[in-house]
């Protein structure tokens, strides 16, 4: 009696020509690079015109449907919402995201070349702009009241 072949002979045949890599082949591989650390200084990027708009419908949309708890199904809305609106009605919200780009590239523009700089005047910037600018314009005007303190003394 012939018999054919059963699946048992048919995986055997598969698994042999399968190959299991050896840990040695592995250590070849290239190491992989590390992401270069983010500086905390830098300036966010400005959000897109649909992110601007999205933070205005999160709101609306949380006070129509207070039970919502799912993200996704905000997401699907908004991006449905913003898909229906005419050019007109999306126009405040490509101005507003306009009008922060504008503000991101000065400040861009500003820290890059702060980067440039040097190392003991940018060191100096740091600590600064931990400030707030009227935090730096007080203190610069403490300085001034010192000085004129000790010119009246003498």
């Given at each position: 009696m012939k018999r054919g072949k059963s699946k048992a002979d048919?995986?055997?045949?598969?698994?042999?020509?399968?190959?299991?890599?050896?840990?040695?082949e592995r250590a070849t591989k290239k190491p992989r690079k590390t992401k270069a650390a983010k500086d905390p200084n830098k300036p966010k990027r400005p959000p897109s015109a649909f992110f601007v708009f999205m933070e205005e419908f999160r709101k609306t949309f949380k006070e129509k449907n207070p039970n919502n708890k799912s993200v996704s199904v905000v997401?699907?809305?908004?991006?449905?919402?913003?898909?229906?609106?005419?050019?007109?009605?999306k126009a405040p919200y490509v101005a507003k995201a306009a009008?922060?780009?504008?503000?991101?590239t000065k400040k861009i523009a500003a820290?890059?070349?702060n980067q440039s700089g040097g190392g003991s005047h940018a060191a100096a910037d740091e600590d600064e702009s931990d400030k707030s600018k009227s935090e730096v314009n007080d203190d610069d005007e403490e300085?001034?009241?010192?000085?004129?303190?000790?010119?009246d003394d003498e």
């Open positions: 048919t995986t055997k045949k598969a698994d042999t020509r399968l190959s299991v890599k050896k840990g040695g997401g699907k809305a908004g991006g449905d919402k913003w898909k229906s609106l005419s050019e007109a009605e009008k922060l780009k504008t503000d991101y820290y890059n070349k300085e001034e009241g010192t000085e004129e303190e000790e010119e």
